[in-house]
């Protein structure tokens, strides 16, 4: 009986592979292993609240016999369990994400300030940290009123076009900055959405420059945000606070005369427990 020649590997997975592969050899201490570990826990999410083995091979273009391993060593560990073909989050993933946030003690702090702006202003109030091009919102007191962007802690926005987002990336040099703008596809959300490269650097250098960000309907129609920097004793950035709001509630000078000196102070409070 003649013998089928073994199935190659998809391209994709090969080319993958090969990006970690080149990241270990130019840092001799890169972990390729733990890379790729990584990257089949950060496939799980509201959005996949489950997979198969097929379904993270193919996600993350890595061969089937890598994502196995990596999938059954997850599993082992208890941040991850099986149930027939499925894999799904287990609730031993919590102890990575609450370690992060005990060791963030503004994170702490903002909340009891964040539920006094929201009720002082009837609105919805943020805490998020910057990562990459995303940021992660690590806080939340939410107006109670329904929007089409539903954010609890843990959700991920495009830094670029939430003020939260922005007035963090004032704080990158000018290299890192443009590396990152130039790291992503702008896509416009709204007719209001900058999607030029140097109107958008333009407008996060001005927006560092005031000490605050507002933008005005980018991310969805209708909605409305200013935001200010959560800054530590050496004056950077480690993570910022917003206000959200309807267009046709606030205007933005309400919200740059009355949220924003009410953002700015609760800010300053927050920053003496930022390490």
């Known amino acids: 009986m003649t013998r089928r020649p073994a199935a190659k590997r998809p391209q994709a997975a090969r080319v993958r592979e090969r990006v970690l592969d080149t990241r270990a050899g130019s840092d001799k201490e890169f972990m390729t292993t733990l890379a790729k570990g990584f990257a089949v826990l950060g496939l799980f999410g509201r959005e996949r609240p489950s997979l198969t083995l097929s379904q993270a091979a193919a996600a993350t273009e890595l061969s089937r016999a890598t994502a196995r391993r990596i999938l059954r060593t997850l599993a082992g560990l208890g941040y991850l369990e099986q149930q027939g073909r499925q894999f799904a989050l287990a609730p031993g993933i919590l102890k990575l994400g609450f370690s992060y946030l005990a060791a963030q003690n503004w994170i702490e702090r903002a909340r009891p300030a964040m539920k006094m702006l929201s009720e002082r202003f009837h609105e919805s109030c943020s805490a998020a940290i910057l990562q990459g091009t995303d940021v992660v919102y690590v806080a939340r007191v939410p107006a109670g009123r329904i929007m089409s ?104 000078n309400e919200m740059r005369e009355q949220f924003l000196p009410a953002l700015r102070e609760a800010a300053a409070e927050i920053a003496a427990f930022a390490v």
Do not use: C
Not at 152 to 179: C, K, M, Y
Not at 183 to 198: A, G, K, N, Y
């Open 149 to 252: 962007v539903a954010i609890s802690v843990g959700t991920r926005l495009p830094a670029l076009h939430t003020s939260i987002g922005r007035i963090q990336l004032g704080f990158l040099d000018d290299n890192e900055l443009w590396r990152r703008l130039k790291s992503v596809r702008l896509e416009p959300f709204t007719p209001s959405t900058i999607v030029d490269v140097q109107a958008l650097y333009q407008r996060i250098r001005a927006d560092h420059e005031q000490g605050f960000s507002m933008v005005d309907e980018e991310l969805e129609r209708g909605l409305r945000s200013v935001a200010v920097p959560v800054l530590d004793r050496a004056g950077q950035a480690v993570g910022a606070l917003n206000i959200s709001t309807h267009s046709t509630r606030t205007t933005r």
